[in-house]
């Protein structure tokens, strides 16, 4: 069984930055797809970012090009999502989850991690 277990998140300061960690563990999952979501207090989940395992091209959310880098790092089987110029709006909870390589829906994507706490203080 999979599991995807979330860490790094924390109190900063806006403008500062933040490094998210998703660590896989289980089975080896070669042929998935791992995706960055966050959800804010009173707000819906939404999608940041993707990165297949085996693929170079990562995949923003629109909204999400110019602040977030998504990155991988196959022998620590962990996925990466570096926030820059935090601001105030970027306070939620970060998940990982995962999806068939070719996902084509954001329904496609399980395996929730239970999530870490990002707060940017303004």
């Known amino acids: 069984q999979v599991q995807l277990q979330e860490s790094g998140g924390g109190l900063v300061q806006a403008g500062g930055s933040l490094r998210l960690s998703c660590t896989i563990s289980g089975r080896t999952f070669r042929n998935y797809a791992i995706g960055w979501f966050r959800q804010a207090p009173g707000k819906e989940r939404e999608f940041v970012a993707s990165?297949?395992?085996?693929?170079?091209?990562?995949y923003y959310a629109d909204s999400k090009k110019d602040r977030f880098t998504i990155s991988r790092d196959n022998d620590k089987m962990t996925v990466y999502l570096q926030v820059n110029s935090l601001r105030a709006e970027d306070t939620a909870v970060y998940y990982c989850?995962?999806?068939?390589?070719?996902?084509?829906?954001?329904?496609?994507?399980?395996?929730w991690g239970q999530g870490t706490q990002v707060t940017v203080a303004s």
């Open positions: 989850a995962r999806a068939p390589q070719d996902w084509r829906r954001l329904e496609d994507f399980g395996s």
């Open positions: 990165i297949t395992w085996a693929g170079i091209i990562p």
